[in-house]
Structure formats: C-alpha cells, structure tokens
C-alpha cells in the first residue's frame, strides 16, 4: 500500500528518475568514504521516492546502515540484510558502519520528512510537515508539497504544509502570490518568520526596495512589528524564568547554610564540601543501579535523595561532636577549622574518586525541555528543582515550625542560656541541628549533580553564593534565604543578556555590598536577644 | 606546607619511577641491575648536576587544584615517555631522572617551582605548563636562568621565546582550519558565528584573532556574537536561549573556548533547549578525550573539536601510542585503570620529550645552548604517523589538524583532517600589529618578536 502511494507520487513529481537503479546507484555512493558522496547519496535516495528508500534511510539514522566491502547492508539484530534488496547475506568482514557527519545528518531529516510525507500513520506525516517547514523547503520540493498538501486530510499537518508552501511562494515572481504568503506567515506569528520576512522590507545597496510591490513590503513590515514585539515580551518572560530557574538552584545550595550559619551562628566553610557530598552520594548511588538494577536506573535519583541526606547528616555530626562543638562563641577559630575540615574533606574525596570530575547520568525523563512560548524552552531538569527547592523548604519549614525539635532549635537560637534553664539539652540540639543543616545540603547536592559537574572543588563554586543569599536574606530566617535566592537569581539573569555573564555578576556583587551598607540585618531582620547577644 | 608537599611529591614520583623501571627491562630481557643503579639516586636528592649521575628533567604540571584534572594525565605520559627512553639505553650513556613538583594550580607557585627545577635541581629540561598564565607566569624564570621550557598546550599564540618549546598548537594550527571547516559546504556553510569563551587571555586572544580572520572572510560585524562566562560558570539558559535566537536565518555555528568545567553545564543545556549539533554544531578548542572521560557524553554527541591528534586516529603509530600508554596506566596502576585515554597534549609532551632527547644525542650533551641549537633539526615520528618537524626559526612545531565529531563514548570521529602537517605561525597574520612581527630565533633575526632582524650586515 505504502509502495503504490510512493510509486504514485514519484510518478506524478519525478517520472524520469523513478528507474529501479538510480536507487542502486544512490545505495552505492552510501559506502563511499568520502563524505559529500555519502551526502549526495541520501539526496539521492530520498528522490529516488521508492520504498525501501525509507527503511535504508532510517537504518542510516539509526545507526544499523554499514558496508561490507562494497554491498550496504542492514544490521538487524545478529542478522544482515542487503539494503538494495532486503535478502539475508553474510558479510565477509566485519562491516563498517557508514560515515556520517553533520552535513549528512543535516541532508538526512529532510529526506526522511520527504518519504514520510505520504506515510499512513498521522503522527509521522505531523513530524515530516513539521520538519520540512523548519528549513527554508528547496524549489525542488514545491510540487511534492503542493501535491501532499491538496490529499492531505489531518488539520495540523495541512496547516505545517501551507507554511512551508508559503515560504516557498515568498520567492515567487507573482506578487498577489508573495502578498498571501506573507498573510499565511502573519496569521502564525512564529518569530523564527523574521529573518524570512525582513529581506522583504530591506533596500539594495542602490535604496531601492527588494521588493518592488509596495502592498506586499506594507504587510511584511505590519507582519514583522508584531513579531518583534512578541519576542520581546517572550524574551522577558523567559529571562524571569531562568531567574526563578537560576534562584531555585541558589535556594538549594544555601538552604543548608541558612541553617547552620543562619540559625546556629556557625561559620561553616565546609557547606560546600557537604553539597559535594551530597552530589557523590548521588554518584555512588547511580553506579550501583548500574551494577545491580540497570533496568530501572532512572529511579537512581530517589534513591539518591535520601541516602545523600543521611549521609551528609551523619558527617555534619561527626564535624560538629569531634570539633566544632568546642569552637562555639568563638566565630574566627570555627572559621579556620572548618576551613580546614573543607580542604580535608576535598583531598579525602579525591583520594577516593580521583581528581577528575565523575559522569552522573541524569534520569531520562529529565532531559529534554517543554517549550512554553516560542524561543522559551524551559529544560525538565530545570522545572524539577524549581519544584524539589519548594519542597526541600516546605520540610525544613515543617521541621522548624511543627516538630519539637524545631521548637527546641528555635528556643536555642533565640536564648541559649534560657533555653539550658528550661532544661533544653542545648548540646544535643546543637548537633541535631548541624545534622539536619547538613543533610538538607546532601539533598542540595543531589539537585546540583544533575545539573552541572560533580568533582572535589563543586563546593567551592558555590560557597560564596550560600553566603551571599544567606547574608542579603537576614541571618536567621528560613523566608529571608527564599527572597534572597530567588531574588538574586533573577536580578542575576535579568541583567545577564544586557551587561554579559562577567559584568553581570560584578554588578550583582555591588548591588548586595550597597544593599548591605544600607541594611547590614538583610531583608529581614531577626528580633530577640540573638540580635543584641 | 607547600614545600613538604613538594617533598612528598618527590619522595613518590621517585618511588613510582623506581618500581616502573625494574618491572620493564624484566619483560625486554635486559639486565635488571643497570636500571635499577641508575634510578637509585632519584631517592638520594643530588643537589649538583656532574657528568655522570642522572639526567635530570622537571616536570611542572598541577597535580592538586582545579587545573589537576587535566594536567595529571601530562605527568602521567611524561614519566612513561622518560621510562621508555630510559629502558632504550638511556641519553648518553645516562639515565634520565624526573623531578616532579606540583605547581598546584597556583600561578605564582608555578614560578617558584620553576626557579626551584632550575636552581637547585640545575634539570636539563621542562616539562610543564597548560594555562596560558601559568606560562606568562615562568616565561622570565626560563629567560633569567636560561632554561629549557617544553609547553604541550594549544594557546592563543602571538609570543615566541628563546627558551621556550612550543609542541601544541598556535591559532593557525587550530582555530583558523577549524573555522573554515565550519564555512566550508562539508561543515554545513556557516555564515553567523558565535564565539564563546572563558573570560581569560586564551579565549580573549584567540577570539581576537578570529574577529580579524572572520571579517577578512566577509563576514559581516552583525553575524558575529561575542560573548564570556566566569569560570566556573553553570547556568547558560540565557546564552543557549540567545545562541537559538541568533541562529535563526542564517546557518550558525559556535566557536567554544570554554574553559574544561564550565563544558557539561553548556553541552546540556543545548541538549535541553533542542539545539542540535546538525543545526548549530559546536567546535570547541578545549574539549578532548580527557575532558570527555568525567563526562556523560550523549548531550554532546555530534558536536565538533578541532585537535591535532586524537585518540582514534587509525594509524599503526598511535595504535602503539595507545597500547603503550595503557600498559603503562596497568603497571603503574593509576586510578581511572582502564578507563584512561591518551589525548592531544599528552601526544604533544610525549613528541616533546622525545624530540629533547635527540637533541640531545646529537649536541652529545645536556648543555641548553647546544640542545637549543639541535632541536631545530629533529623530526619524530608521532602517533599521528606523520614525521613531525620542530621549527628552528619560530620554535613551534608543525603540526597536522585533524576535527573530530564526539561520539557517545567520549571518543571522536575523523570527519576532516590537513594532508599534512602545518607550519605554526606564532604571530597571527589577521590582527595587524602582530602580522609585523617576526619570531625567527635563526641569523640574521635571532628574535622572536621583531620588525627588523637583530643583526643587519
């Protein structure tokens, strides 16, 4: 059915090249080494339109298209088939899988589109209209569209049909021809139109327009304002977006911090080693779903998350029995030991996993993006942790606010002394405390490792932004660390496109400094004895 | 602290070589006593240098802080290489004796590590060296003590020294082929470029020198994009979103000087926003096998680097190269075993050091004047299987560029390489104060960054 379809297709466009051996001949630039012929050969073979075009086409997409000598054969499990025929062979050698690169690949979407144009599942003929819309479709390819777009039943993919139709007709000699196109492509609004309509509207190097029809160059110009401004707004919208995006990952990291330096007053230079942590925890549990369950090695990561959190806990109250609980009230003395503790925890590390960055493999459900406006793709990974730094704050919330260890924490922060009186073991509290801040870092950890690398020194890239959100916060409160990251990271990315990445974060870095000058307690200031203590 | 880690570094290194060199004439059949006599005065620390103790070499590269994760594997093939000239005979009758010290990453301590090979150990020759700064940083130790430096690294070019080697590539060598690969038919006809880097000398330079060779090309001031990251940089949802934005219209492709770590934040977020390497391909100068091996590589699949050697190369000299290197990683037993790769400055250091020691079999002595005046005259064969030259006027070598497309499993395929090697230009035709200048260290120029030569007859 399929063949018949094909066959009356090519009948229709390419009579002359429908011969049985323009497809051999196609097949057999394939096992060239050569790379243009390779590139010719798809052309080719997609033009070709014959049936077992397609099978050969997607066995090159996939991978399975190789050649044995001079024969391109079809890898099918452990069998081999000829591509030019499909009939069973047993390749001398070993084959050679066809080369491919860029400008192949590049040549072989459209030629798959082409062939799937007329294919019966609805689905593939959306993605091949779709795709063939994407580039600016060759002249070449016209009548096959306007052919595929007068039988075509499916709404959405006559809709992509039309675009590429129009695209085709802006370069048309009849301007009421050009004048529909431009309707076509204003009624879409795709801002990826632009750079198609603005030759309409430009004049040569004489000042006379290009294009001579005064009608027309009025609808692309009215086409081309709207454009502009919805990219405008959609740039904005996305660089918010990034912010809460970039703000989340900030959130995260501090949130840790907001806890130990924010509650308990100690300055904690190994955060970012307990994020670094948290991060190897993740790895350590990846490589064991390798291991052991490799059939549901996506779940790695809720496993991840609370082996991370014990662990991170378990070494937070380890440095905080063996050496900080002797340090406390003495602020400069905490500094340098758990500055020391960072540097040891660094070198323990990479003792251990050497000094190279290790491979996290993100879950595949958290690759890829949705696209939420044109031009503004928001990643999976990216929209998860946005979420999980919601819920990371929601549970250090609860347990502040509705445990009686929270309560105890509290009474800790505000009064020790009082808090002793009324019979609060502060000592245990202090390392329950230092416990939990450092697993919510290991969770933070977790979050961080999907996004970017995990090595020795991820800790250090992060220190100073803990500290910085923690500081401009207010010392103290779990709301002051949320506004603070979010805030800075959507200052951050809302500058980041008009100053660049470096000057972004320079200015940002002057904007805190002023701000605390202005307001040394940072957006909310704790009230209590803790204040004047 | 940092000198008593210097000590332990040597202690070790020594130990390492020790252990390496008895193992190795054992499986060639050659006396095991001579080796073993020869490395024993790596653990006695012999302040002067005589005729007939060891030759000794410095190898200066990072092997703790940020900048361990690449330089490590350059220690690692360095030792092996000695070993390897070592279990051959050795220079002049003597054995060769690495002193390693670890810079750590800091570039003054690079410095100071330098003066310390030179003076107190007096070594023959360096070994050392990747970022661009850490270089500027010892270039006046080599210069005051007349030393010999052997530098392994691609760099951003526009500098040629008296005491220096430079054995990776000068812009011309790799950046240039692999932008004109981009604008070719076969790299998918660019026409909009952008250029992202690292805010450091290398991308800045290098990214410099491409403006001028661009616009020499035709391309217009509006189809460039210029744009820098800190270090360490991990959020690039903007820079992909505008890196989309710019493609539209025109083929594009990005030209990366991203610094190593900054890397797989970059490749992800591309694969996340549906970028794909067929419809904006990414070269990058600063990715290779060994940046890829810490790596997830399947966002980056289909992306470009430009290097002039790679670990794929299907020749029967690298084929050797690989098997050597990895039955060294298995005596030696370095971590990562199995998993280790040889990469582009490993190639270059191990060219280096074997160029070195023909200069110094020919010279007949370890003297830097007369190794210097020798090394302008050595070929070598390298894994690449081409006979690699060592420039005597600009000390650079030729070179042969070869760009790869990445493969899921870190490894590169071939899709564009030079017939033959190229010579470097140290001085970069494109930006016109440097197109003057000359790098010639033979009569009548004896310069390496002048209009005029030295001595006019």
Known sequence: MLARWLLVVVALVVPAVAQADAFTDALGKLASEDLDTVRSGVQEIASSGEARALGVLHALRDGKLKVDGETVVVEDGSKWKRASDGSAIT??????????????????????????????????????????????????LAPVLREAYKTEKDPQTKASLELALADVDLASADSAKRFEAVRILGDRGDISFKSKLEPLVERDADGNYREKDAKVREAAADVLSSLRWKELTNRIVGDVMYGLSLGSVLLLAALGLAITFGLMGVINMAHGEILMIGAYSSYVVQLLFQQYLPSSFDMYIFVALPVAFVVCALVGILIERTILRFLYGRPLETLLATWGVSLALIQTVRLLFGAQNVAVTAPSFLSGGWEMLEGVVLPYNRMVIVFFGALVVAFVWVILTRTRLGLEVRAVTQNRNMAACMGISTARVDMWTFGIGSGVAGLGGVALSQIGNVGPELGQNYIVDSFMVVVLGGVGKLAGTVIGAFGLGIINKLLEPVSGAVLGKIIVLGLIILFIQKRPQGIFALKGRAVEG | MNRSLGAVMLALSCAASFGVGCSKPAEKGEPEKTEKAADAPATTAEPKADATGPIKVGILHSLSGTMAISETSLKDVALMTIEEINAAGGLLGRKIEPVVVDPASDWPLFAEKAKELLTRDKVAATFGCWTSVSRKSVLPVFEELNGLLFYPVQYEGEESSWNVFYTGAAPNQQAIPAVEYLMSKEGGGAKRFVLLGTDYVYPRTTNKILQYFLKSKGVAEADILEKYTPFGHSDYQTI??????????????????????????????LANQGLKAEDVPVVAFSVGEEELRGIDATPLVGHLAAWNYFQSLDTPENKAFVEKWKAYVKKANLPGGDKRVTNDPMEATYIGIHQWAQAVKQAGSTDVDAVR?????????????????MDAKNHHLHKPVYIGEIKADGQFDIV??????????????????????????????????????????
Request: aromatic residues 10%.
């Open chain 1, 91 to 140: 390749p001398a050698a070993k084959p050679r899988k066809v080369v491919a690169n860029n400008a192949v690949r590049r040549a072989m979407a459209p030629a798959i589109a082409r062939l799937e144009l007329t294919s019966k599942d609805v689905g593939l003929r959306r993605a091949a209209a779709e795709e063939l819309r994407r580039g600016t479709p060759p002249e070449e």
């Open chain 2, 240 to 269: 992909v979103a505008e890196i989309k934005r710019f493609s539209q219209g025109k083929p594009t492709a990005v030209i990366s000087t991203i610094n190593g770590d900054s890397n797989v934040p970059f490749y992800k977020e």
């Open chain 2, 373 to 389: 005046q020798a090394i302008g005259y050595q070929t070598f064969r390298s894994p690449s299987g081409f006979d690699i030259k």
């Open chain 2, 416 to 457: 564009w390489k030079t017939s033959e090697p190229i010579r470097a230009q140290a001085w970069s035709p494109y930006i016109p104060d440097s197109a003057k200048k000359v790098a010639d260290w033979t009569y009548p120029w004896a310069c390496g960054n002048c209009t005029a030569p030295k001595y006019v007859n």
